[in-house]
């Protein structure tokens, strides 16, 4: 099998705070693996690491073969980052702002059109082409974020807690979307939600208080048990704390 992302006794420390632990793990081509966790546990963390946002304080995590410290460009130059908060420049249109993405992630100028217009249908937003991102919906602009983070046709997609503050028939389509962009691209998804790791995923890491505590699919991980209980069990003792 061939691994796209490779984590080895990751430590992240904020100053005194050791939000990440000593973790490791490998995802590899064409996984859809949810990163489940309650707040605070080092998810966010995590994902900002694997792209190269944020630095590490010790261990190492290599994207396809790449070194994200030392091999950064062409480590960077494989993955498609959604943040919990899209990056939108709110005045411009969706198709404006579409391409200026593609031209900052290196997109060649003659692709640039038929790129963009190819990631607003596979995000259903090719109606929205000319509407200025600050009058769409929560959901569309969710579809935007999707969108950039697909738009240099990336091996990896990193989305960080991808429904947050969507309503229920909006969760749904974007769940619908990730399910359809598996095959293609190896997905890595943080989420707090167990339903949105049983929805999209076919595998889970749970994580909790900066360290890993269960990486199996889903089908293993519930093994004829509620899912629920034992993702409560696991992860109880930080509720409790
Ligand atoms: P999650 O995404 O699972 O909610 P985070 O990765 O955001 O968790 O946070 C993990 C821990 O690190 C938390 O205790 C959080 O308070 C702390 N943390 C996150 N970002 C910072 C920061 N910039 N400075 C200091 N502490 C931080």
């Given at each position: 099998?061939?691994?796209?992302?490779?984590?080895?006794r990751l430590?992240?420390r904020?100053?005194e705070i050791?939000a990440?632990?000593?973790?490791s793990?490998t995802?590899n081509?064409g996984?859809?693996v949810?990163?489940?966790g309650?707040?605070g546990?080092?998810?966010s963390t995590?994902?900002?690491?694997?792209?190269g946002y944020?630095?590490?304080?010790?261990?190492?995590?290599?994207i396809?073969g790449?070194?994200?410290?030392?091999e950064?460009?062409?480590?960077?130059?494989?993955?498609?980052?959604?943040?919990?908060?899209?990056?939108?420049?709110?005045?411009?249109?969706?198709?404006?702002y579409?391409?200026?993405v593609?031209?900052?992630k290196?997109?060649?100028a003659r692709?640039?059109r038929?790129r963009?217009?190819q990631?607003?249908?596979?995000?259903a937003?090719?109606?929205m082409a000319?509407r200025?991102?600050?009058?769409?919906?929560?959901?569309?602009?969710?579809?935007v974020?999707?969108?950039?983070a697909?738009?240099?046709?990336?091996?990896l997609?990193?989305?960080?807690?991808?429904?947050?503050?969507?309503?229920?028939?909006q969760i749904?389509e974007?769940r619908?979307?990730?399910?359809?962009l598996a095959?293609?691209?190896t997905?890595?998804?943080?989420?707090?939600?167990?339903?949105?790791?049983t929805?999209a995923?076919d595998?889970?890491?749970i994580?909790?208080?900066g360290?890993?505590v269960?990486?199996?699919?889903i089908?293993?991980?519930?093994a004829?048990?509620?899912?629920e209980?034992?993702f409560i069990a696991l992860?109880?003792?930080a509720e409790?704390?």
């Amino acid at each position: 099998m061939e691994p796209v992302i490779q984590v080895d006794r990751l430590v992240k420390r904020y100053g005194e705070i050791e939000a990440v632990r000593g973790i490791s793990f490998t995802v590899n081509k064409g996984e859809i693996v949810g990163f489940l966790g309650p707040n605070g546990a080092g998810k966010s963390t995590t994902m900002r690491i694997l792209t190269g946002y944020l630095p590490l304080s010790e261990g190492t995590v290599r994207i396809a073969g790449h070194d994200i410290e030392t091999e950064a460009r062409e480590a960077k130059r494989r993955i498609g980052y959604m943040p919990e908060v899209p990056p939108l420049y709110l005045d411009m249109t969706v198709f404006d702002y579409l391409m200026f993405v593609a031209r900052i992630k290196g997109v060649p100028a003659r692709e640039r059109r038929a790129r963009v217009a190819q990631v607003m249908e596979q995000t259903a937003i090719g109606n929205m082409a000319r509407r200025i991102m600050a009058k769409l919906s929560k959901g569309y602009k969710q579809r935007v974020g999707l969108a950039q983070a697909l738009v240099n046709n990336p091996e990896l997609l990193i989305l960080d807690e991808p429904t947050a503050g969507l309503d229920p028939t909006q969760i749904i389509e974007i769940r619908k979307l990730i399910r359809s962009l598996a095959g293609e691209h190896t997905i890595i998804l943080s989420t707090h939600i167990l339903p949105e790791v049983t929805a999209a995923c076919d595998r889970a890491i749970i994580i909790d208080r900066g360290r890993i505590v269960a990486d199996d699919s889903i089908a293993g991980l519930s093994a004829g048990r509620n899912l629920e209980e034992v993702f409560i069990a696991l992860t109880m003792q930080a509720e409790l704390a």
